[in-house]
């Protein structure tokens, strides 16, 4: 997103080391804060104007507040076009959109109706998600959008439903098992349709490819801010776009797995206990505070499974980019999130 604030001068891509997982963990903390929801347009621009005082040289080195700025901007723009992510769809969001969606998929008892109106929600926000924070280089179609749609739509119900059905008739196992196993049913169906999801709506990056650009060490960097020139594509790679939707799609399913997983289980031996049993009105808030209290914590840990600026070997990508590296023989790319 910084290519969109004015200035030859490149931003620092972190105030954390990005090649180690924690510095990965803490960047993600700050790409998903919520707090930065309640930043106004007006402090957005004012975020702006500070970075770009720093790209045109006149704020010499990066202070507590021009980080704050970046964190504002990195968690609001979109990286490849400079727009604004349509806020339900946010990463800083995502916790407080899923928490309702979760909530209603985890909970117990849910009959046919109930499971087939919850999943066609979590898909439906899904879609949302992923179209909002794919990578931008090559835009989706509409109707390739309707059609991933409803085909994530009829695997997650497939899944949650045949799962929903099976369940029950498996009678070598315990009550007790059984019914721990249908409380993971979410799960299953949610980390299954999720990563297709995934797939399904940033098809036409794999098809396509998306914009690789060489990758510049630092004496590479400050010689191009020197000339006033931009680091421009080298061009598209399908093999860059199915790597990184790869790692989308996985990073998704990390997310998922405490979340759909931790909840339903610590509930389910919640309810055997006598305080719970005499307070049944406390299920869904304590269902609720433990989604949250896991998705807090699971978010940043997924986010930073992989980088968002992925860096390769070009010989890992198609031949026309192999003498078009940058810096150590490498390129890189946006992932997307």
């Given at each position: 997103?910084?290519?969109?604030?004015?200035?030859?001068?490149?931003?620092?891509?972190?105030?954390?080391?990005?090649?180690?997982?924690?510095?990965?963990?803490?960047?993600?903390?700050?790409?998903?804060?919520?707090?930065?929801?309640?930043?106004?347009?007006?402090?957005?621009?004012?975020?702006?104007?500070?970075?770009?005082?720093?790209?045109?040289?006149?704020?010499?080195?990066?202070?507590?507040?021009?980080?704050?700025?970046?964190?504002?901007?990195?968690?609001?723009?979109?990286?490849?076009?400079?727009?604004?992510?349509?806020?339900?769809?946010?990463?800083?969001?995502?916790?407080?959109?899923?928490?309702?969606?979760?909530?209603?998929?985890?909970?117990?008892?849910?009959?046919?109706?109930?499971?087939?109106?919850?999943?066609?929600?979590?898909?439906?926000?899904?879609?949302?998600?992923?179209?909002?924070?794919?990578?931008?280089?090559?835009?989706?179609?509409?109707?390739?959008?309707?059609?991933?749609?409803?085909?994530?739509?009829?695997?997650?119900?497939?899944?949650?439903?045949?799962?929903?059905?099976?369940?029950?008739?498996?009678?070598?196992?315990?009550?007790?098992?059984?019914?721990?196993?249908?409380?993971?049913?979410?799960?299953?169906?949610?980390?299954?349709?999720?990563?297709?999801?995934?797939?399904?709506?940033?098809?036409?990056?794999?098809?396509?490819?998306?914009?690789?650009?060489?990758?510049?060490?630092?004496?590479?960097?400050?010689?191009?801010?020197?000339?006033?020139?931009?680091?421009?594509?080298?061009?598209?790679?399908?093999?860059?776009?199915?790597?990184?939707?790869?790692?989308?799609?996985?990073?998704?399913?990390?997310?998922?797995?405490?979340?759909?997983?931790?909840?339903?289980?610590?509930?389910?031996?919640?309810?055997?206990?006598?305080?719970?049993?005499?307070?049944?009105?406390?299920?869904?808030?304590?269902?609720?505070?433990?989604?949250?209290?896991?998705?807090?914590?699971?978010?940043?840990?997924?986010?930073?499974?992989?980088?968002?600026?992925?860096a390769v070997d070009a010989r890992t990508l198609e031949e026309r980019f192999w003498d078009k590296a940058g810096d150590g023989g490498q390129v890189e790319f946006n992932r997307g999130i």
């Amino acid at each position: 997103m910084s290519s969109s604030i004015a200035g030859n001068r490149e931003l620092p891509a972190s105030q954390y080391d990005l090649s180690t997982y924690w510095g990965r963990v803490r960047h993600s903390a700050d790409l998903s804060d919520p707090r930065t929801l309640l930043v106004s347009s007006a402090g957005l621009e004012n975020a702006k104007q500070l970075l770009s005082a720093y790209k045109q040289g006149q704020i010499p080195l990066m202070t507590p507040d021009l980080w704050k700025a970046k964190k504002i901007v990195d968690s609001t723009l979109h990286p490849d076009n400079g727009q604004p992510v349509f806020l339900p769809f946010r990463m800083s969001c995502f916790v407080l959109s899923n928490l309702v969606v979760t909530a209603g998929m985890l909970t117990p008892g849910l009959k046919t109706r109930g499971t087939l109106l919850w999943q066609i929600t979590n898909q439906s926000l899904n879609v949302a998600i992923n179209n909002a924070n794919a990578n931008k280089s090559t835009p989706l179609s509409t109707s390739t959008m309707v059609k991933s749609y409803l085909i994530a739509v009829s695997a997650s119900c497939s899944v949650a439903l045949g799962l929903n059905a099976l369940v029950p008739r498996l009678k070598r196992i315990s009550p007790s098992t059984r019914m721990v196993l249908t409380r993971l049913v979410p799960f299953a169906a949610v980390a299954s349709a999720g990563a297709l999801n995934v797939f399904l709506m940033r098809g036409e990056e794999i098809r396509l490819g998306i914009d690789v650009f060489p990758s510049l060490s630092e004496e590479s960097q400050r010689a191009k801010e020197r000339d006033g020139t931009e680091n421009e594509s080298l061009g598209k790679s399908r093999k860059a776009a199915t790597l990184a939707v790869g790692e989308t799609a996985l990073s998704r399913v990390f997310n998922a797995t405490p979340i759909m997983v931790l909840p339903p289980l610590i509930l389910v031996r919640l309810q055997r206990t006598q305080w719970l049993k005499q307070r049944p009105r406390m299920t869904l808030p304590i269902n609720l505070g433990l989604i949250l209290t896991t998705s807090i914590f699971a978010l940043p840990l997924a986010l930073a499974a992989f980088p968002q600026r992925q860096a390769v070997d070009a010989r890992t990508l198609e031949e026309r980019f192999w003498d078009k590296a940058g810096d150590g023989g490498q390129v890189e790319f946006n992932r997307g999130i």
